[in-house]
């Protein structure tokens, strides 16, 4: 059985292919098709190989040697640091791929059961989805930190009354009172009414009154750092226009996850479970994939890289 050991890095991966006959021999090859073809070179019909997952920079790996279906085990992470605890220390490219391949013409059989085994369609659409998801949640946060960088110029006191910068509510309230002078001469009832409407009633108007009284109050004794017509009142303001776009995509693509994973049976079992929900489920199997092929937990765990301490008391 030959045996490659792959160091994938951005653009261009580093092997080490060790034959059955014990012999090494190391190559480069970059992720386009003439690269494939060097790897391709070295492939025969009992060829084993073995890579860390390393996320974007995999996937063209991946992918090709699905199509070719060459037998490969992809390793998380942590279970490749555990594996190889001195593969760190003296970090090399090749060195790398080196005890990847020699991983694996020692521990295979371990490997078989610890792997990141792979998943397959539908799991690929709700893996791409997922992966969009969290990609939106990070970048509203990013905005959100922004707006909230702006508030403590304009209107501190406003970060602490709303903890959901990203809710309805909140953003209608950082739009027309960012600056405590936009309160001045305004009564509460006036100020309330005002965002009652702003809001297209989607909000009880008792919930209204309460946070306007919080804002309200609040106004008379802010010291802001910019006067209100300062450029950073506006900067605010798409700030808002920002998130709330943002809260829209995520509310499609969190739609468009649960609906394509409700067809699946693992969907409706872990869903199932109280304090699931199904949005955290669909997330779990977007990025787990179908978690029917794992044996055990064990492997599950690997898979995601986690490291889990158990705590136990009594019968259960």
């Known amino acids: 059985m030959n045996i490659i050991g792959i160091d994938v890095s951005q653009g261009k991966n580093h092997a080490t292919l060790i034959s059955k006959e014990a012999e090494k021999v190391t190559f480069k090859f970059e992720h386009n098709k003439s690269g494939f073809q060097i790897l391709n070179s070295y492939i025969k019909s009992d060829t084993v190989i073995i890579f860390e997952t390393t996320g974007v920079y995999s996937a063209q790996l991946t992918a090709y040697l699905k199509s070719k279906k060459v037998r490969f085990y992809e390793l998380n992470l942590l279970e490749a640091k555990l594996r190889m605890a001195s593969l760190r220390r003296n970090k090399t490219d090749k060195n790398d791929s080196f005890k990847l391949a020699l991983l694996g013409a020692t521990q295979l059989s371990e490997i078989k059961n610890h792997c990141n085994k792979q998943s397959t369609s539908p799991y690929d ?23 909230r960088s702006g508030l403590e110029i304009t209107f501190p006191e406003l970060n602490q009354i709303f903890k959901n910068a990203y809710a309805v509510l909140a953003l209608q309230m950082f739009r027309m009172y960012c600056h405590p002078d936009f309160l001045v001469g305004l009564t509460l009832k006036e ?52 998130i709330e776009n943002y809260n829209k995509e995520i509310a499609y693509i969190q739609n468009k996850l649960i609906k394509t994973a409700a067809s699946l049976d693992n969907f409706k079992f872990i869903s199932s479970i109280p304090g699931a929900g199904q949005l955290n489920s669909a997330l779990l199997l977007g990025f787990a994939g179908d978690i029917s092929r794992f044996d055990n937990y064990k492997q599950l765990n690997v898979f995601l890289g986690l490291d889990l301490n158990r705590y136990q008391s009594g019968k259960y």
């Not at 659409?125 to 707006?147: A, G, M, P, V």
């Not at 009414?193 to 106004?219: E, F, G, P, S």
């Open 125 to 147: 659409s709700l893996r791409i989805l997922s992966l969009r998801y969290r990609q939106l949640i990070k970048c509203r946060t990013r905005i959100i930190n922004f707006l």
């Open 191 to 242: 100020m309330t009414n005002r965002v009652y409407q702003a809001v297209n009633k989607r909000i009880h108007k008792d919930v209204i009154q309460n946070y306007c009284a919080q804002v309200w109050l609040t106004a008379k004794n802010s010291y802001p750092a910019v006067p209100a017509d300062s450029l950073e009142v506006e900067i605010i303001s798409e700030y808002c226009d920002e």
